[in-house]
RNA sequence: GGGCCUGUAGCUCAAUUGGUCAGAGCAGAGCGCUCAUAACGCUUUGGUUGGGGGUUCGAGUCCCUCCGGGCCUACCA
C-alpha cells in the first residue's frame, strides 16, 4: 500500500470554470485519486479556490461586492460545481485561509534568512482614479507601432509587439478607463531564482520521465537568454497575504501583500492543514504528507495542472520549497496537459462561447461529461470539443457499449430465471477464455493508469466493456436456454459477474453509473479485481438484483442541435 | 523575433522509442443474431504517415528544408 498526494492546480476564483478548465486538471486528478483509493493506497487529494490577485479584486468590484465576500461566495459555487462533477477531494480549501496565511509567511521569512529575497526598487503605473497600480496589462492605449487602439501594456493583441506600458500612446486603466495615471516608485520582494538556478537545473535533469511538455518549459526557463530571472513576489494590493517575515512584520513592507503566484501553490500544504482542523486532527495529521521528517518520506506526490501552470510549478514553487531549507516534500512527478478547444476556437468567457461547468451539469449528468473529457484529455496535443463527437462517443460507447450490456444481461435474466443471479452449471471454456482476455486487459488497464497515460486507460476500459458484448453473442443464452436452461443460467450468471466488474473497473471515470450499478446488485462496495477469476465468481447462485433505470440516454439529432446553437456565443466560430 | 509542441484513414487517436503487410474506435459497405437503449457480433472498403531532400540493410520514428496548426515568451492568473 503506497501513499499519494496529489493536487489539482488550483481553479481562479473569478468567474465559474469552463470544460476546458476542467479537464486540465481537476478531472484527470481525480480518476487518478480514485483509481489509487480503489487499489488500497493511502490517497490524500487537495484542490482549493486560488482568491488573491487584481482579478478577484476587480470581479468583486464589479459583482458590488467586497472582496471577502465575494470570494467566499464564489468558493461556495466552485465547491457545489466539484461536488456535482463528483471531484473527489478529501478537502477543497482557500488560499485566503489562515493556514495559508501563515505558511506563507513563514516561508518568506525563511528565504529571507537564506538570504534568497532581495528588496528591489522599482517604477510601475499607478491610477489615482482606482487607487491602485495597475500591472501591465490593465493598462491600454495606442499601440506606438501599429496604431491599434486597444493595445495593452504588455503586449499589443494586434500587431503582437511586446510592449512596455510606458511606450503606449494616452494610456489609461483597463478598469475604470481613466488617464489620471502616473508612474510611481514602490518597493518589492524578490525571490532570487537566479540563485537556485543550479539546483533547479540538477533537480529537473533527474525527472526523466516527465512529460516532454512539462520539462521543455522548465528548461526553457532556467537556459533561456541571461538563465532564469529573480521574480517579484509582493504586490501593491489590499487583497492578499500581508507581508510578514515569518510572524514578525517586514520593514518597509507595511500595506503590501505577497503576489498570488507566491502563496497559491503554498496552498497545497494550506488545504492539508485546513483538512486536519476540519477533521479535528492535530498537526502530526497533515505533516506526514508535507514534511520528510514527520512521515512524508515514503509519500508519493503527483501534480496536475495545465501547460500554463508549467513555469510555476517546475520552478519558483520548487525554489520556494527547497529555498527554506526545511524538510517540505518535493513533487515527485507533474502531469501537465494542453488546452482543450471548442468547436473550432477557443473557449471564450466573454464571448460566451463554449460550455461552463454548471451548464453542463444542466444539460446532462457529471458522468457523460467525465467519459467524453476524459477519453479525449488534451494530453499529447491540443484537443477540441465538438458536439457531433460528443453524441458519438456518448451514444456508442456508454448507451451502446456499456449501458446496453447491462441492460440486455438484466433483462434477459429476469425474463427467464427471475431477478436473482442464476443457478446451473459451471464455467466453461467459453468463459475461461473470457477470463484469460479480461486479465490481460486490466492489466493493461492498471499499467496504464499507473503511469497516468488516461487516454490510452480509457479506450482499455471500452475495450474490457466490448468483450462482455463479444462472449454474449458467441454464448447466446437466448438459443442455448431453449435445449438446455441449465448451461443459460451459467452464462447468464457469467455475465452478472461481469456487470458486476465493469462496475468497479469503471468507477474512477463514471463513478455515478458505478454506483447505480453495484447498488442494483444489491452490493454495497466492491473491491478491486486482482484476481480475475475470482472476481468473476463473485456473485453467487440466488443473489438477488434489481434491474436499473437505463443508466445512459442516448443524445438524439434534435438536442445535438439546440445545443451547438445555444453554446456556440455571440460571435461565429470562424470568420 | 526566439523557444517548445504538433501534422498518420472522412473524423478522433495508436504505433513497444530505428525493425514483419502503419493499427484501433467512429462513420461507410456486406452478412449474422433477436436477449437488449433499432442495441450486439462477424467480415470488409479507406493511408505515397503535410511536401521535398538526406542518413541507414531498414525511417511515421533521426537530420536538413519548405508549408500548415497550437502554446509559451517572466507584472493576467
Known amino acids: 500500500m503506497a501513499r499519494i498526494l496529489i493536487t489539482s492546480a488550483l481553479p481562479y476564483i473569478n468567474g465559474i470554470k469552463h470544460l476546458g478548465n476542467l479537464v486540465g486538471s481537476q478531472l484527470p486528478s481525480d480518476v487518478f485519486a480514485r483509481y489509487c483509493r480503489a487499489r488500497g493506497d493511502e490517497v490524500m487529494y487537495i484542490c ?34 466539484a461536488r456535482g462533477f463528483r471531484l473527489s477531494f478529501d478537502y477543497f480549501g482557500r488560499s485566503s485561509s489562515a493556514r495559508n496565511r501563515a505558511i506563507t509567511q513563514h516561508l518568506a521569512g525563511r528565504l529571507a534568512d537564506n538570504g534568497l529575497i532581495e528588496e528591489v526598487s522599482e517604477k510601475q503605473v499607478y491610477s489615482r482614479a482606482d487607487g491602485r497600480f495597475l500591472p501591465d496589462r490593465y493598462i491600454e492605449g495606442t499601440c506606438p507601432n501599429c496604431g491599434y487602439d486597444s493595445a495593452r501594456g504588455d503586449q499589443c493583441e494586434n500587431c503582437t509587439k511586446q510592449l512596455d506600458p510606458t511606450d503606449l500612446i494616452d494610456p489609461r486603466s483597463a478598469i475604470s478607463g481613466s488617464t489620471d495615471l502616473e508612474v510611481r516608485e514602490t518597493r518589492h520582494l524578490f525571490l532570487r531564482q537566479s540563485k537556485m538556478r543550479d539546483r533547479l537545473n540538477a533537480w529537473i535533469d533527474q525527472k526523466s520521465d516527465w512529460p516532454i511538455l512539462t520539462t521543455s518549459i522548465a528548461r526553457k526557463w532556467l537556459n533561456d537568454g541571461d538563465g532564469l530571472q529573480d521574480r517579484g513576489i509582493t504586490r501593491d494590493l489590499d487583497w492578499g497575504v500581508p507581508v510578514k517575515r515569518g510572524d514578525r512584520d517586514w520593514p518597509g513592507m507595511e500595506g503590501k501583500v505577497f503576489y498570488v503566484w507566491f502563496d497559491a501553490p503554498i496552498e497545497y500544504i494550506g488545504a492539508t492543514a485546513e483538512w486536519a482542523d476540519a477533521n479535528g486532527l492535530d498537526d502530526s495529521a497533515w505533516e506526514r504528507w508535507w514534511r520528510t521528517d514527520k512521515g512524508a518520506e515514503d509519500v508519493r506526490y503527483v501534480q496536475f495542472m495545465g501547460k500554463d501552470n508549467v513555469p510555476f510549478h517546475t520552478l519558483s514553487f520548487p525554489a520556494t520549497i527547497m529555498g527554506s531549507n526545511e524538510p517540505w516534500k518535493l513533487v515527485d512527478y507533474i502531469k501537465s496537459f494542453n488546452y482543450l478547444n471548442y468547436d473550432g476556437g477557443q473557449f471564450s468567457t466573454s464571448k460566451g462561447r463554449g460550455v461552463f461547468m454548471d451548464q453542463a451539469l444542466d444539460i446532462l449528468p457529471s458522468d457523460y461529461w467525465r467519459w467524453w473529457l476524459l477519453s479525449h484529455v488534451p494530453e499529447n496535443s491540443d484537443s477540441e470539443f465538438t458536439w457531433e463527437n460528443f453524441q458519438a462517443s456518448i451514444n456508442k460507447d456508454l448507451a451502446d457499449v456499456l449501458g ?6 438484466t433483462k434477459f435474466c429476469r425474463a427467464r430465471f427471475g431477478e436473482a443471479v442464476p443457478e446451473g452449471g459451471g464455467y466453461g471454456p467459453a468463459e475461461a477464455a473470457v477470463i484469460a482476455e479480461i486479465s490481460r486487459r486490466v492489466a493493461a488497464y492498471e499499467g496504464h493508469m499507473a503511469a497516468i497515460e488516461i487516454r490510452k486507460a480509457t479506450a482499455e476500459l471500452r475495450a474490457i466493456w466490448v468483450v462482455g458484448n463479444e462472449y454474449l453473442q458467441t454464448a447466446a443464452p437466448w438459443a442455448v436456454f431453449k435445449s438446455d436452461p441449465e448451461a443459460a443460467g451459467a452464462i447468464v450468471r457469467f455475465a452478472l459477474n461481469l456487470i458486476r466488474l465493469y462496475a468497479v473497473l469503471s468507477e474512477p471515470f463514471i463513478p455515478d453509473a458505478s454506483a447505480t450499478i453495484l447498488s442494483a446488485l444489491h452490493l454495497q462496495s466492491a473491491e ?15 443473489h438477488a438484483f434489481d434491474v436499473p433505470e437505463v443508466l445512459f440516454a442516448k443524445i438524439t439529432d434534435d438536442a445535438r442541435t439546440e445545443m451547438q446553437a445555444r453554446f456556440a456565443g455571440t460571435q461565429t466560430a470562424k470568420a
Open 48 to 81: 482549493a479556490t486560488d482568491e488573491h490577485g487584481t482579478p478577484a479584486e476587480i470581479a468583486a468590484a464589479k459583482a458590488g461586492k467586497p472582496v471577502a465576500q465575494y470570494c467566499a461566495e464564489m468558493h461556495e459555487v466552485q465547491a457545489d460545481l
Open 404 to 409: 446496453n450490456f447491462v441492460s440486455r444481461v
Open 528 to 542: 478491486w479485481p486482482d484476481d480475475v477469476e475470482a472476481a468473476l465468481s463473485t456473485l453467487p447462485a440466488g
